[in-house]
Protein backbone atom coordinates (compact mmCIF):
# COMPACT_ATOMS: atom_id res chain seq x y z
CA UNK A 1 0.00 0.00 0.00
CA UNK A 2 2.55 2.11 1.05
CA UNK A 3 4.24 1.81 -2.09
CA UNK A 4 1.55 2.73 -4.36
CA UNK A 5 1.14 5.77 -2.17
CA UNK A 6 4.65 7.01 -3.04
CA UNK A 7 4.59 6.09 -6.70
CA UNK A 8 1.42 7.89 -6.75
CA UNK A 9 3.42 10.63 -4.82
CA UNK A 10 6.23 10.50 -7.80
CA UNK A 11 3.11 10.90 -10.66
CA UNK A 12 1.86 13.80 -8.47
CA UNK A 13 5.20 15.28 -8.55
CA UNK A 14 5.73 14.76 -11.79
CA UNK A 15 2.27 16.07 -13.11
CA UNK A 16 2.97 19.30 -11.07
CA UNK A 17 6.23 20.17 -12.33
CA UNK A 18 5.19 19.31 -16.03
CA UNK A 19 2.11 21.83 -15.49
CA UNK A 20 4.58 24.26 -13.84
CA UNK A 21 7.10 24.13 -16.59
CA UNK A 22 4.08 24.39 -19.06
CA UNK A 23 2.68 27.16 -17.45
CA UNK A 24 6.15 28.87 -17.52
CA UNK A 25 6.57 28.21 -21.39
CA UNK A 26 3.07 29.48 -22.11
CA UNK A 27 3.77 32.48 -20.01
CA UNK A 28 7.13 33.26 -21.88
CA UNK A 29 5.43 32.61 -24.85
CA UNK A 30 3.04 35.03 -24.13
CA UNK A 31 5.23 37.48 -22.76
CA UNK A 32 8.20 37.21 -25.67
CA UNK A 33 5.27 36.30 -28.31
CA UNK A 34 5.30 40.69 -29.33
CA UNK A 35 8.10 42.52 -30.09
CA UNK A 36 7.34 45.38 -27.66
CA UNK A 37 9.92 47.77 -29.72
CA UNK A 38 10.11 48.94 -33.66
CA UNK A 39 11.81 51.54 -35.00
CA UNK A 40 10.78 52.62 -38.23
CA UNK A 41 11.63 55.08 -41.41
CA UNK A 42 9.57 58.19 -41.32
CA UNK A 43 6.89 57.57 -43.35
CA UNK A 44 7.09 53.86 -43.62
CA UNK A 45 3.63 52.25 -43.26
CA UNK A 46 3.53 50.00 -39.91
CA UNK A 47 0.88 46.49 -39.66
CA UNK A 48 0.70 44.47 -36.31
CA UNK A 49 2.28 41.57 -37.90
CA UNK A 50 5.41 43.40 -37.41
CA UNK A 51 5.43 43.01 -33.87
CA UNK A 52 5.28 39.31 -34.56
CA UNK A 53 8.23 37.79 -32.79
CA UNK A 54 7.09 34.10 -33.77
CA UNK A 55 6.94 33.40 -37.32
CA UNK A 56 5.46 30.24 -36.58
CA UNK A 57 2.93 31.77 -34.78
CA UNK A 58 0.25 31.78 -36.86
CA UNK A 59 -2.25 34.06 -34.24
CA UNK A 60 -3.74 37.13 -35.93
CA UNK A 61 -2.19 40.45 -34.86
CA UNK A 62 -4.13 43.61 -34.96
CA UNK A 63 -4.47 46.99 -33.63
CA UNK A 64 -6.86 48.36 -31.19
CA UNK A 65 -5.52 52.05 -30.31
CA UNK A 66 -3.32 53.44 -32.63
CA UNK A 67 -1.80 57.05 -33.52
CA UNK A 68 -3.41 59.27 -35.67
CA UNK A 69 0.24 60.38 -37.54
CA UNK A 70 3.40 58.99 -37.21
CA UNK A 71 4.69 60.46 -39.76
CA UNK A 72 7.31 62.55 -37.91
CA UNK A 73 10.10 61.47 -35.61
CA UNK A 74 9.22 60.34 -32.58
CA UNK A 75 8.00 57.70 -30.04
CA UNK A 76 4.29 57.31 -30.30
CA UNK A 77 2.22 54.29 -28.21
CA UNK A 78 -0.45 51.67 -30.04
CA UNK A 79 -2.10 48.89 -28.67
CA UNK A 80 -2.36 45.15 -30.20
CA UNK A 81 -4.51 42.50 -29.41
CA UNK A 82 -3.33 38.96 -29.87
CA UNK A 83 -5.92 36.52 -29.46
CA UNK A 84 -7.54 37.39 -25.73
CA UNK A 85 -4.21 38.91 -25.02
CA UNK A 86 -3.50 43.26 -25.15
CA UNK A 87 -0.38 44.40 -25.66
CA UNK A 88 1.07 48.12 -25.39
CA UNK A 89 3.79 48.85 -27.71
CA UNK A 90 5.90 51.79 -28.75
CA UNK A 91 6.51 52.98 -32.22
CA UNK A 92 9.94 54.76 -32.87
CA UNK A 93 9.82 56.59 -36.14
CA UNK A 94 13.35 58.11 -37.10
CA UNK A 95 13.82 60.31 -40.02
CA UNK A 96 16.99 60.24 -42.04
CA UNK A 97 15.74 60.95 -45.23
CA UNK A 98 16.65 64.36 -46.93
CA UNK A 99 14.07 66.04 -48.74
CA UNK A 100 13.75 65.69 -52.43
CA UNK A 101 12.97 68.80 -53.94
CA UNK A 102 12.94 70.68 -57.35
CA UNK A 103 13.92 73.60 -58.41
CA UNK A 104 12.10 76.74 -60.66
CA UNK A 105 13.07 79.26 -62.26
CA UNK A 106 11.70 82.41 -61.18
CA UNK A 107 11.26 85.88 -62.56
CA UNK A 108 11.61 88.91 -60.65
CA UNK A 109 12.15 93.06 -61.18
CA UNK A 110 15.44 94.52 -61.05
CA UNK A 111 16.58 95.39 -57.20
CA UNK A 112 13.21 93.38 -55.90
CA UNK A 113 13.56 90.57 -53.34
CA UNK A 114 12.34 86.94 -53.67
CA UNK A 115 11.70 84.85 -50.70
CA UNK A 116 13.95 81.26 -51.28
CA UNK A 117 10.59 79.23 -51.52
CA UNK A 118 9.44 80.69 -54.36
CA UNK A 119 12.76 78.85 -56.40
CA UNK A 120 11.44 75.23 -55.16
CA UNK A 121 8.33 73.22 -55.66
CA UNK A 122 7.52 69.61 -54.75
CA UNK A 123 8.71 69.04 -51.54
CA UNK A 124 8.75 65.66 -50.89
CA UNK A 125 9.05 64.62 -46.56
CA UNK A 126 7.81 63.38 -43.81
CA UNK A 127 7.91 66.77 -41.37
CA UNK A 128 7.87 70.23 -42.71
CA UNK A 129 11.03 71.96 -44.37
CA UNK A 130 12.12 75.32 -44.23
CA UNK A 131 13.84 76.82 -47.52
CA UNK A 132 17.29 79.36 -47.40
CA UNK A 133 19.45 80.36 -49.69
CA UNK A 134 22.88 78.91 -49.65
CA UNK A 135 23.95 81.97 -51.33
CA UNK A 136 21.65 85.48 -51.21
CA UNK A 137 21.39 85.97 -55.53
CA UNK A 138 22.44 89.22 -56.84
CA UNK A 139 18.84 91.27 -57.52
CA UNK A 140 21.09 93.95 -58.68
CA UNK A 141 22.03 92.07 -61.75
CA UNK A 142 19.96 91.92 -65.48
CA UNK A 143 19.35 88.67 -66.69
CA UNK A 144 19.83 84.49 -65.62
CA UNK A 145 21.69 83.34 -63.02
CA UNK A 146 21.62 80.20 -60.86
CA UNK A 147 20.61 80.56 -57.17
CA UNK A 148 21.65 77.71 -54.42
CA UNK A 149 19.07 76.79 -51.79
CA UNK A 150 19.27 74.52 -48.65
CA UNK A 151 16.19 72.31 -47.96
CA UNK A 152 16.34 71.01 -44.35
CA UNK A 153 13.83 69.32 -42.80
CA UNK A 154 13.05 68.74 -38.77
CA UNK A 155 15.53 66.33 -37.89
CA UNK A 156 18.27 67.93 -39.89
CA UNK A 157 18.35 66.14 -43.39
CA UNK A 158 19.08 68.46 -45.39
CA UNK A 159 19.10 68.84 -49.47
CA UNK A 160 20.66 71.35 -51.94
CA UNK A 161 19.12 72.47 -54.92
CA UNK A 162 19.88 74.39 -57.26
CA UNK A 163 17.04 77.08 -59.56
CA UNK A 164 17.56 80.03 -61.27
CA UNK A 165 15.98 83.40 -61.25
CA UNK A 166 15.65 86.00 -64.45
CA UNK A 167 15.63 89.60 -64.19
CA UNK A 168 14.52 91.39 -67.25
CA UNK A 169 16.76 94.07 -68.46
CA UNK A 170 13.80 96.36 -67.46
CA UNK A 171 13.11 99.22 -65.01
CA UNK A 172 10.48 99.32 -62.44
CA UNK A 173 9.97 103.32 -62.93
CA UNK A 174 9.31 105.47 -66.17
CA UNK A 175 8.78 109.09 -65.65
CA UNK A 176 6.65 111.00 -68.54
CA UNK A 177 5.00 114.71 -69.04
CA UNK A 178 2.23 115.87 -67.64
CA UNK A 179 -0.77 116.11 -70.45
CA UNK A 180 2.04 113.83 -73.07
CA UNK A 181 0.96 110.87 -74.85
CA UNK A 182 1.77 107.24 -73.16
CA UNK A 183 5.47 106.33 -73.68
CA UNK A 184 5.90 103.08 -75.77
CA UNK A 185 6.81 99.98 -73.79
CA UNK A 186 10.04 99.88 -75.46
CA UNK A 187 10.78 102.83 -73.28
CA UNK A 188 10.88 100.98 -69.88
CA UNK A 189 13.56 98.27 -70.91
CA UNK A 190 17.31 99.14 -70.08
CA UNK A 191 18.54 96.95 -73.03
CA UNK A 192 18.37 95.89 -76.87
CA UNK A 193 16.64 92.80 -77.14
CA UNK A 194 14.29 92.64 -74.22
CA UNK A 195 10.74 91.86 -75.61
CA UNK A 196 8.40 94.25 -73.62
CA UNK A 197 4.58 95.33 -74.20
CA UNK A 198 1.99 96.42 -72.41
CA UNK A 199 -0.57 94.19 -70.61
CA UNK A 200 -2.45 97.27 -69.23
CA UNK A 201 -4.85 99.31 -71.33
CA UNK A 202 -2.97 102.30 -71.68
CA UNK A 203 -6.06 104.14 -72.95
CA UNK A 204 -7.16 104.24 -69.50
CA UNK A 205 -4.52 105.69 -68.37
CA UNK A 206 -4.88 109.99 -67.61
CA UNK A 207 -2.04 111.46 -68.65
CA UNK A 208 -3.50 114.92 -67.23
CA UNK A 209 -2.66 113.62 -63.83
CA UNK A 210 -0.07 113.97 -61.34
CA UNK A 211 1.34 110.85 -59.65
CA UNK A 212 2.41 107.34 -59.95
CA UNK A 213 0.35 104.84 -62.50
CA UNK A 214 0.82 101.07 -61.70
CA UNK A 215 1.22 99.31 -65.63
CA UNK A 216 1.56 96.04 -66.17
CA UNK A 217 4.40 95.02 -68.91
CA UNK A 218 5.03 91.84 -70.30
CA UNK A 219 8.66 91.45 -70.79
CA UNK A 220 10.33 88.19 -72.52
CA UNK A 221 7.07 86.40 -71.80
CA UNK A 222 6.80 87.66 -68.00
CA UNK A 223 4.64 89.88 -66.32
CA UNK A 224 5.48 92.44 -64.21
CA UNK A 225 4.14 95.51 -62.30
CA UNK A 226 6.37 99.08 -62.97
CA UNK A 227 5.25 102.23 -62.33
CA UNK A 228 4.89 105.17 -64.80
CA UNK A 229 6.08 108.80 -63.07
CA UNK A 230 3.55 110.90 -64.87
CA UNK A 231 5.36 114.74 -63.97
CA UNK A 232 5.11 118.32 -64.89
CA UNK A 233 8.90 119.83 -65.86
CA UNK A 234 7.54 122.53 -68.49
CA UNK A 235 7.13 125.74 -66.91
CA UNK A 236 4.69 127.96 -67.62
CA UNK A 237 4.32 130.06 -71.00
CA UNK A 238 2.80 133.53 -70.70
CA UNK A 239 2.54 136.84 -73.12
CA UNK A 240 3.11 140.21 -70.84
CA UNK A 241 1.72 143.56 -72.01
CA UNK A 242 2.46 147.20 -71.15
CA UNK A 243 1.24 149.00 -68.36
CA UNK A 244 0.54 152.92 -68.06
CA UNK A 245 -0.06 154.92 -64.24
CA UNK A 246 0.74 157.75 -62.61
CA UNK A 247 3.45 157.95 -60.12
CA UNK A 248 3.63 156.61 -56.46
CA UNK A 249 0.09 154.68 -58.25
CA UNK A 250 1.16 150.98 -57.67
CA UNK A 251 -0.74 148.44 -60.05
CA UNK A 252 -1.50 144.52 -59.21
CA UNK A 253 0.60 142.37 -61.31
CA UNK A 254 -2.81 140.52 -62.93
CA UNK A 255 -2.47 143.92 -65.01
CA UNK A 256 0.83 143.30 -66.39
CA UNK A 257 -0.65 139.78 -68.25
CA UNK A 258 -2.06 139.02 -71.34
CA UNK A 259 -2.41 135.50 -71.22
CA UNK A 260 -0.81 132.14 -69.31
CA UNK A 261 -0.45 129.02 -70.55
CA UNK A 262 0.27 125.76 -68.50
CA UNK A 263 -1.12 121.87 -67.08
CA UNK A 264 -1.73 123.19 -63.96
CA UNK A 265 -2.66 126.32 -62.02
CA UNK A 266 0.01 129.46 -62.23
CA UNK A 267 0.64 131.85 -59.60
CA UNK A 268 2.46 135.18 -60.68
CA UNK A 269 4.33 137.69 -58.93
CA UNK A 270 6.77 140.46 -59.75
CA UNK A 271 10.70 139.26 -59.48
CA UNK A 272 11.21 142.73 -57.94
CA UNK A 273 9.05 145.22 -56.72
CA UNK A 274 8.59 148.25 -59.53
CA UNK A 275 9.58 151.71 -58.66
CA UNK A 276 6.49 152.95 -58.50
CA UNK A 277 8.23 157.05 -57.16
CA UNK A 278 9.91 156.91 -60.79
CA UNK A 279 8.36 158.62 -64.00
CA UNK A 280 9.60 157.23 -67.26
CA UNK A 281 9.33 153.65 -68.50
CA UNK A 282 10.87 150.79 -66.64
CA UNK A 283 11.10 147.04 -67.16
CA UNK A 284 9.41 145.25 -64.98
CA UNK A 285 10.12 140.79 -64.08
CA UNK A 286 7.24 138.84 -63.36
CA UNK A 287 7.90 135.55 -62.27
CA UNK A 288 5.14 132.70 -62.92
CA UNK A 289 5.09 129.56 -60.99
CA UNK A 290 2.74 126.30 -61.53
CA UNK A 291 1.41 123.69 -58.86
CA UNK A 292 4.46 121.29 -59.55
CA UNK A 293 7.19 124.72 -59.06
CA UNK A 294 8.32 125.24 -62.37
CA UNK A 295 9.22 128.60 -62.73
CA UNK A 296 9.33 131.30 -66.10
CA UNK A 297 10.47 135.17 -65.98
CA UNK A 298 8.91 137.47 -68.45
CA UNK A 299 9.62 140.63 -68.86
CA UNK A 300 6.93 143.32 -69.34
CA UNK A 301 7.18 147.24 -69.56
CA UNK A 302 5.94 149.86 -66.96
CA UNK A 303 5.26 153.60 -67.94
CA UNK A 304 5.00 155.96 -65.10
CA UNK A 305 3.59 159.52 -65.73
CA UNK A 306 3.63 162.93 -63.23
CA UNK A 307 -0.19 163.79 -62.62
CA UNK A 308 -0.23 167.80 -63.62
CA UNK A 309 -3.55 168.18 -64.11
CA UNK A 310 -5.14 170.43 -60.65
CA UNK A 311 -7.96 169.62 -59.07
CA UNK A 312 -11.42 171.25 -59.97
CA UNK A 313 -13.36 172.98 -57.46
CA UNK A 314 -16.75 174.22 -57.64
CA UNK A 315 -18.79 176.05 -54.37
CA UNK A 316 -22.41 176.33 -53.86
CA UNK A 317 -24.32 179.69 -52.20
CA UNK A 318 -24.33 179.56 -48.34
CA UNK A 319 -27.97 180.20 -46.03
CA UNK A 320 -27.51 180.41 -42.39
CA UNK A 321 -29.15 181.65 -39.66
CA UNK A 322 -28.12 184.84 -38.00
CA UNK A 323 -25.91 183.82 -35.13
CA UNK A 324 -25.58 180.03 -36.58
CA UNK A 325 -22.37 177.91 -37.42
CA UNK A 326 -21.78 177.73 -40.68
CA UNK A 327 -19.81 174.52 -42.48
CA UNK A 328 -18.30 176.07 -45.42
CA UNK A 329 -17.14 172.27 -46.40
CA UNK A 330 -20.69 171.56 -47.10
CA UNK A 331 -20.60 173.92 -50.08
CA UNK A 332 -17.69 172.94 -51.57
CA UNK A 333 -17.18 169.79 -54.19
CA UNK A 334 -14.11 168.73 -55.54
CA UNK A 335 -12.59 166.09 -58.11
CA UNK A 336 -9.56 164.80 -59.87
CA UNK A 337 -8.70 163.27 -63.15
CA UNK A 338 -6.81 160.51 -60.82
CA UNK A 339 -6.60 161.00 -57.09
CA UNK A 340 -9.93 160.32 -54.84
CA UNK A 341 -11.30 162.75 -52.47
CA UNK A 342 -9.78 160.43 -49.69
CA UNK A 343 -6.90 160.63 -51.16
CA UNK A 344 -7.11 164.56 -51.64
CA UNK A 345 -6.29 167.21 -48.55
CA UNK A 346 -9.51 170.27 -48.74
CA UNK A 347 -8.25 173.39 -46.72
CA UNK A 348 -10.76 176.10 -46.06
CA UNK A 349 -9.25 179.75 -45.60
Aim: contains cysteine; glycine residues 4%.
Amino acid sequence: MSRQIRQLQKILVASVVVLVSAMGLMAFFLFTRINRNITIEAGEQVTADMFRHYSWDHTEFQFLEFPEDIRRAGEYRAKLEASIFTYTVTIHVKDTTAPMVTGVQVAAAFGTSVPPEQFVTDIRDMSPCKVTYAAEPDMMRYGLQDVSLLVTDEAGNQTTVTAQLYIPHVKLELSAELGGSVPPAEEFRTEEGTEISYVTDISEIDMNRLGAVPVVLLADGIEMTAQLIIKDTTPPTAKTKKVTTWLNKPKPVEDFIASVEDKTEVSAAFAAEPDWGREGEQDVSICFTDTSGNKAVYEAKLVIKRDTEKPTISVSNIDVVVGGTISYKKAVSYFDNLDTQDEMTLTID
